[in-house]
């Protein structure tokens, strides 16, 4: 039945709506009545706790074909994929080093690329995982859990809190610390050529989006 969904933490559209038996996140993403969140949003996989996500009632498709023969159907499903980046101390990339990625209980593994990144194709129920790069040569040492689904918005001091803290800033041990906040927005600033005030405002956002990636 169609009807509203609340936003939880941990929620991501490509997840709602395999959970609600929907092969494409677009038929809900795109639907009408979702016109003001994705505005806000912009990122399906990316909201807030208490969004509101409107969820359309499925549609049947009827295909005509012949009775005396066996007919293959087959509905292409987008990929839903995961992407990390690995950086040492000085902000390089740590490129070329074997990686294992264990996503709900699939272990893959990966080696990063150029720019340190690896991405893989997850399942789009995936709600948490786990991520391992050791290396004593560069040296690095890595063994953190992932949360899929779990990044706020930029917009929100919550999302700007992650992205620093995920970027080595360190904004203290959680995002109402006021004076490490903005020490560590600061440091953000100044590492990147801003205007260094203390606040995470419009250019700050924007700056830290495209250095986390999402």
Known sequence: MAGNYTIAQGDYVSRIAAQHGFADYKK??????????????????????????????????????????????????????????????????????????????????????????????????????HFVLKDPSVPIDIDIPVLIGHLDPVEERSGQFARLQSLGYYAGDDSQDDQRFKRAVEEFQCDNKLTVDGICGPATQAKLKQVFGA
């Open 28 to 129: 809900i993403w795109d639907h009408p009545n979702n016109a003001d969140l994705k505005n806000l949003r912009k990122n399906p996989e990316v909201l807030l706790p208490g969004d509101e996500l409107y969820i359309p009632d499925r549609e049947d498709r009827i295909e005509d074909r012949p009775t005396d023969a066996k007919h293959k159907f087959q509905t292409p499903l987008p990929p839903l994929k995961l992407r990390l980046v690995v950086k040492d101390v000085n902000n390089k990339p740590v490129a070329g080093r074997p990686c294992q990625l264990t996503v709900d209980g699939h272990l893959y593994e990966l080696t990063t690329d150029g720019d340190g990144k690896v991405e893989q194709v997850i399942p789009r129920l995936s709600k948490e995982g």
